[in-house]
Each structure stands twice: as C-alpha cells, then as structure tokens.
C-alpha cells in the first residue's frame, strides 16, 4: 500500500485543519492506520490510531479531546481532524499502515507540515 498524507499548513493557535492519508495500491480497510508526528529536536511521536476490524480509536493524552481520528474506507482514507491547535502542535505530521494480523508499521506516507502560530 502506497499512503499520501497532505492537509498540513499554517493556523494560529485555536484553529483547525484536516490531515488526509489517502491509501493507493491496497484496500486500507485491511490496515489499522497510525498518525505519528515528529517536531523539531524531538522523538516521533504516536498521536492517533484507528483499527481496521471495529474501528476502535485511541489516542496520546497530548491530543486526546482535541484530535479525531477517521477512516472512510470507500474513499480508501484516513482522516485526522485536529482543532483547538496550540503550537506545541507544531510538527511534520506522518501516516502510517500496519497490516491485518502483522506487527508494526511497515508503509509510510510522506510528512506534512504543520505549524500553529500564537
């Protein structure tokens, strides 16, 4: 699976914006869908999950309340809703695949840029 994320850009703190991970190449129904975001000097972080059988959701405590996580799997497409931006928010925001029944995040899209301004 091919993952394109793209939705990034610049807000002032308290705005919104919607990433995107659209999935080309394989059924993104058959992954659980991981948002990771790494800012700068700082480790990669994992912000968002969704899996693939219920849809279950789960969250970093850092988002959690502000940040929702969604997946249309007709359009093939994970979707991170962020609002209520800070900028420590500030970040390249990635997507992530992990395979049905296989261990760890082995497809990756390309990061996109946030930045949350005060």
């Known amino acids: 699976v091919q993952l394109q994320a793209s939705g990034g850009g610049s807000v002032q703190t308290g705005g919104s914006l919607r990433l995107s991970c659209a999935a080309s190449g394989s059924t993104l129904g058959n992954y659980a869908v991981g948002w990771f975001r790494q800012a700068p000097g700082k480790e990669l972080e994992k912000i968002a999950c969704?899996?693939?059988?219920?849809?279950?959701?789960d969250y970093a405590d850092s988002v959690k309340g502000r940040f929702t996580i969604s997946r249309d799997d007709v359009k093939n497409t994970v979707y991170l809703q962020m609002s209520s931006l800070k900028p420590e928010d500030t970040a390249v925001y990635y997507c992530a695949a992990q395979e049905v029944g296989k261990s760890g995040y082995s497809y990756w899209g390309q990061g996109t840029q946030v930045t949350v301004s005060s």
């Open positions: 969704i899996s693939s059988s219920d849809g279950s959701t």
